[in-house]
């Protein structure tokens, strides 16, 4: 079992955009220890819960982080390794993971083995280490040789990871970052457009480096068992729940939701071994979902769906205390600085923050949040309720989204004259007919988390 289990909550950093640094790196200015801010919301990040830390790209860039320059050193606009190793330090002293960006699919144009290529051409020693490269064509930037682009990006330089010397370049970046900054996983961008082989290389390295490394990719679409497996990732980022929760919403369409979830984890699920499948509301590269949902006041609702269904929650730094941002071309308005101390002591109109830790404590709180089945107890275009259990607990998540009060039958197999708390309110009890059916009043925009006594 990896460091990283269903036990984990994750608070994700774009560090770049939530410090404060220039949008473009000088590469001649000494390194500025902006880094360091995050030491300072720790506390916060705990008092929502979260356990683990992904932070977004760390290492030298040009610009957004992902046009990596050098996998060795920190990105001078954030400090130095030293900075890192100070937070990382501090994160696991408090009993905390670290998760960090592995950028492998592409490197930037600062990137110094490419540097080298413009320099010196076909001679150079590293003419290898790019996909595709030809010296009989152009690259859009006027240099003299083509390239293979990520996405058609072409300031994002496809690595030729069959290259056995760019494998060990990468695996020798790993190692030190394990070594110095005692990492718990790693988060593979671009996961799907990374060669199979170059991940099952990647799997059996760090296997040897430490077993309970983490490996997360991220993946948009597909079918996430080709990337989940023993021998390549323990997870991906999981889009289709993503997609179906904010939708659910403001289509009014729960079945939608629905079905993902009886798709991924229901008794036939396809992901029902992938207890680490990484969930999110948002993140560094999506509309913000206070921006995403169409009635802010379903907020609530989402993050209560988020942390009582199957896999791993994450919280995107910000969405706690309602911050919005649309995506845009450039992507940086989604990753503002985050000014903390200024941010307490604001009103804000969505403030999440004692919601999201009070779901956090609950969900660590019961053993089935976390590691119980799923089961499908009721679908509808604005109420959805679903059964966690393990062992002899029982817990049923129910939602309802309408501006309306609704009157609900709910049909609790096995359940005959079981008596149910809601854990939200700790005084409303409901009992389960002799049928098993559970007659339930519920407000406008309500949710209830009922555990069987």
Same mark, same amino acid.
């Given at each position: 079992?990896?460091?990283?289990? #269903?036990? &984990?909550?994750?608070?994700?950093?774009?560090?770049?955009?939530?410090?404060?640094?220039?949008?473009?790196?000088?590469?001649?200015?000494?390194?500025?220890?902006?880094?360091?801010?995050?030491?300072?919301?720790?506390?916060?990040?705990?008092?929502?819960?979260?356990?683990?830390?992904?932070?977004?790209?760390?290492?030298?860039?040009?610009?957004?982080?992902?046009?990596?320059?050098?996998?060795?050193?920190?990105?001078?606009?954030?400090?130095?390794?030293?900075?890192?190793?100070?937070?990382?330090?501090?994160?696991? &002293?408090?009993?905390?993971?670290?998760?960090?960006?592995?950028?492998?699919?592409?490197?930037?144009?600062?990137?110094?083995?490419?540097?080298?290529?413009?320099?010196?051409?076909?001679?150079?020693?590293?003419?290898?280490?790019?996909?595709?490269?030809?010296?009989?064509?152009?690259?859009?930037?006027?240099?003299?040789?083509?390239?293979?682009?990520?996405?058609?990006?072409?300031?994002?330089?496809?690595?030729?990871?069959?290259?056995?010397?760019?494998?060990?370049?990468?695996?020798?970046?790993?190692?030190?970052?394990?070594?110095?900054?005692?990492?718990?996983?790693?988060?593979?961008?671009?996961?799907?457009?990374?060669?199979?082989?170059?991940?099952?290389?990647?799997?059996?390295?760090?296997?040897?480096?430490?077993?309970?490394?983490?490996?997360?990719?991220?993946?948009?679409?597909?079918?996430?068992?080709?990337?989940?497996?023993?021998?390549?990732?323990?997870?991906?980022?999981?889009?289709?729940?993503?997609?179906?929760?904010?939708?659910?919403?403001?289509?009014?369409?729960?079945?939608?939701?629905?079905?993902?979830?009886?798709?991924?984890?229901?008794?036939?699920?396809?992901?029902?071994?992938?207890?680490?499948?990484?969930?999110?509301?948002?993140?560094?590269?999506? &509309?913000?979902?206070?921006?995403?949902?169409?009635?802010? #006041?379903?907020?609530?609702?989402?993050?209560?769906?988020?942390?009582?269904?199957?896999?791993?929650? &994450?919280?995107?730094?910000?969405?706690?205390?309602?911050?919005?941002?649309?995506?845009?071309?450039?992507?940086?308005?989604?990753?503002?600085?985050?000014?903390?101390?200024?941010?307490?002591?604001?009103?804000? $109109?969505?403030?999440?923050?004692?919601?999201?830790?009070?779901?956090?404590?609950?969900? #660590?709180?019961?053993?089935?949040?976390?590691?119980?089945?799923?089961?499908?107890?009721?679908?509808?275009?604005? #109420?959805?309720?679903?059964?966690?259990?393990?062992?002899?607990?029982?817990?049923?998540?129910?939602?309802?989204?309408?501006?309306?009060?609704?009157?609900?039958?709910?049909?609790?197999?096995?359940?005959?004259?079981?008596?149910?708390?809601?854990?939200?309110?700790?005084?409303?009890?409901?009992? $389960?007919?002799?049928?098993?059916?559970?007659?339930?009043?519920?407000?406008?925009?309500?949710?209830?988390?009922?555990?069987?006594?």
């Amino acid at each position: 079992m990896t460091a990283i289990n #269903q036990n &984990s909550i994750f608070y994700h950093i774009y560090p770049l955009g939530a410090c404060g640094a220039p949008h473009f790196n000088d590469f001649q200015s000494a390194p500025e220890p902006r880094l360091r801010q995050i030491l300072g919301w720790l506390d916060h990040i705990q008092s929502l819960g979260a356990n683990a830390l992904y932070l977004g790209p760390v290492f030298e860039s040009n610009s957004h982080g992902y046009d990596t320059a050098d996998y060795f050193h920190v990105d001078r606009r954030l400090g130095a390794r030293a900075d890192l190793a100070e937070l990382a330090h501090a994160l696991h &002293s408090r009993g905390m993971r670290l998760v960090l960006d592995g950028v492998f699919n592409h490197v930037g144009r600062n990137f110094w083995a490419f540097r080298d290529l413009q320099e010196n051409g076909v001679n150079s020693p590293y003419r290898n280490w790019f996909a595709d490269l030809r010296f009989d064509q152009r690259s859009p930037y006027g240099d003299p040789f083509s390239y293979a682009a990520w996405n058609g990006h072409f300031d994002l330089i496809k690595l030729n990871l069959a290259e056995p010397a760019v494998k060990q370049h990468l695996f020798d970046a790993i190692r030190m970052w394990k070594e110095e900054f005692q990492i718990d996983g790693i988060r593979l961008d671009a996961a799907d457009a990374l060669s199979f082989d170059f991940m099952r290389d990647l799997r059996t390295f760090t296997n040897q480096l430490d077993p309970d490394l983490w490996l997360m990719g991220e993946v948009i679409h597909g079918d996430y068992r080709r990337w989940t497996n023993p021998a390549m990732l323990h997870a991906t980022t999981n889009y289709e729940l993503y997609k179906s929760l904010y939708s659910s919403f403001n289509d009014g369409n729960f079945f939608e939701l629905a079905y993902s979830l009886n798709r991924e984890f229901g008794s036939g699920g396809i992901y029902k071994e992938i207890p680490t499948l990484y969930n999110f509301a948002d993140n560094h590269d999506v &509309s913000r979902i206070a921006s995403q949902l169409r009635d802010k #006041q379903h907020l609530s609702l989402l993050y209560f769906l988020l942390f009582t269904m199957p896999g791993v929650p &994450s919280v995107y730094y910000g969405s706690e205390f309602g911050f919005e941002g649309v995506k845009q071309s450039d992507d940086w308005n989604l990753r503002p600085i985050f000014a903390l101390h200024e941010l307490q002591n604001l009103a804000h $109109a969505f403030d999440l923050r004692g919601w999201i830790g009070h779901l956090a404590w609950l969900r #660590q709180s019961e053993p089935a949040l976390r590691f119980g089945n799923y089961e499908q107890v009721l679908v509808a275009s604005r #109420q959805l309720a679903f059964s966690r259990e393990t062992g002899n607990d029982c817990l049923v998540a129910v939602v309802n989204s309408a501006a309306e009060p609704i009157e609900l039958s709910l049909s609790l197999r096995g359940k005959a004259n079981r008596r149910f708390l809601d854990l939200l309110s700790q005084e409303e009890f409901f009992t $389960a007919g002799s049928d098993g059916t559970l007659q339930l009043a519920m407000k406008p925009n309500q949710v209830r988390l009922l555990k069987n006594g």
